[in-house]
Nanobody
Framework: QVQLVESGGGLVQAGGSLRLSCAAS????????MGWFRQAPGKEREFVAA????????YYADSVKGRFTISRDNAKNTVYLQMNSLKPEDTAVYYC????????????????WGQGTQVTVSS
């Protein structure tokens, strides 16, 4: 079992930055690939970024490539999402998730989910 708790969301102006954190419980964090997803009001949840268990491989949705950076610190059982040059369309609830399958854009391949943190970008 892995429990995930996101933090770092908030209100920011367009062009600003936020860093989300996702703290994981359990001693096997380093064996999980991790992902970030988001869900905007009235829309389906979508993939944002993923990182392999070692941190050696990362993947991004086209909509955030070049603006967002996913990273992890296995010693701290934490995965991060650094979000720069934020746009109003980035407004959503952001979720982190853990996968035993591997870093993936596909929701069904994630076994554990956090409760989400709200990010609001004002224009």
């Amino acid at each position: 079992q892995v429990q995930l708790v996101e933090s770092g969301g908030g209100l920011v102006q367009a062009g600003g930055s936020l860093r989300l954190s996702c703290a994981a419980s359990g001693r096997t964090f380093s064996s999980y690939a991790m992902g970030w997803f988001r869900q905007a009001p009235g829309k389906e949840r979508e993939f944002v970024a993923a990182i392999s268990w070692s941190g050696g491989s990362t993947y991004y949705a086209d909509s955030v490539k070049g603006r967002f950076t996913i990273s992890r610190d296995n010693a701290k059982n934490t995965v991060y999402l650094q979000m720069n040059s934020l746009k109003p369309e980035d407004t959503a609830v952001y979720y982190c998730a853990a996968s035993t399958v591997g870093s993936s854009w596909s929701e069904p391949e994630y076994d554990y989910w956090g409760q989400g943190t709200q990010v609001t970008v004002s224009s």
